[in-house]
Structure formats: structure tokens, C-alpha cells
């Protein structure tokens, strides 16, 4: 199973290659190796949805050079 997927929607709408990070929860290692691949194959926007949340875990991100943009609230209601 390939780890990213090329986004062709993305890619077109932005006029360059755009790519995700499938697996939700990666260790540092694994998620350096897919951006390293990424970075080689020229792809300058990549997005992951991250099962962590966590600051210290936002730190390690921000040293591999991602950037938090947005978090996903879900509500539960009892009908």
C-alpha cells in the first residue's frame, strides 16, 4: 500500500503537484522518510490529516517544516 496518494483535483486546480499523507498516525521516522520521497519527487504541498494533537507532537511537525492549519471538532447530541 503506497503511503501518499497524488491529488489530480489539487494538481489541476493549483497548476502543481499536490499529495497526501494516507496512514493518520505515523512515528517521526516514517513520516520524515514520506516527505523526504515527496520533497525528491518535486511535490511542494502535501497534506496529512494527523490522528495527534498532542504539543509536543506540533513541535516535531513544525521541525520537519509542517505547519498546523486546521482542527477538526466532532459534537455528539442525543436525540
Known amino acids: 500500500m503506497n503511503s501518499y496518494k497524488i491529488l489530480s483535483w489539487d494538481n489541476h486546480f493549483f497548476g502543481f503537484s499536490v499529495a497526501k499523507i494516507i496512514p493518520g498516525d ?3 521516522d516514517s513520516l520524515k522518510k514520506i516527505l523526504t520521497e515527496l520533497k525528491r ?4 504541498l502535501v497534506y496529512w490529516a ?3 494533537i498532542d504539543k509536543n507532537f506540533q513541535k516535531v511537525i513544525k521541525s520537519l517544516g509542517g505547519t498546523l492549519v486546521e482542527k477538526k471538532v466532532i459534537y455528539l447530541v442525543n436525540l
Open 50 to 52: 494527523s490522528n495527534r
Open 26 to 28: 505515523l512515528k517521526y
Open 41 to 44: 519527487k518535486g511535490i511542494p
